[in-house]
């Protein structure tokens, strides 16, 4: 069983900044190992992926948010991060965690407004 539990969501206006985080627990869960994903939802489309880290910190970017949108990681804190710098009004979203043996966190909703 892992938990996931994002927070740094909130409103900001076109070009603004935020910094997402997803921290994990659970026994057994070995985070260091793993990849990990940021997805989002818009309203009314489906679920994106957004970024991914590998467990020798390579990651990886969804175009649209490339050189706008960094994704790091803590080993020590079980914890992956998206900063989210340049924002845009098509980045508003609930932004989810995802951790490949499949589990979601509850999501946190950025809105930017324009």
């Known amino acids: 069983q892992v938990e996931l539990v994002e927070s740094g969501g909130g409103l900001v206006q076109a070009g603004g900044s935020l910094r997402l985080s997803c921290a994990a627990s659970?026994?057994?869960?070995?985070?260091?190992?793993?990849?990990m994903y940021w997805y989002r939802q818009a309203p009314g489309l489906q679920r994106e992926l957004v970024a991914a880290?590998?467990?020798?910190?390579?990651?990886n970017y969804l175009p649209s948010v490339k050189g706008r949108f960094t994704i790091s990681r803590d080993n020590a804190k079980n914890t992956v991060y998206l900063q989210m710098n340049s924002l845009k009004p098509e980045d508003t979203a609930v932004y989810y965690c995802?951790?490949?043996?499949?589990?979601w966190g509850q999501g946190t909703q950025v809105t930017v407004s324009s």
């Open positions: 995802f951790d490949p043996s499949g589990y």
């Open positions: 659970g026994r057994g869960n070995i985070f260091s190992i793993k990849t």
């Open positions: 880290i590998t467990s020798r910190d390579i990651p």
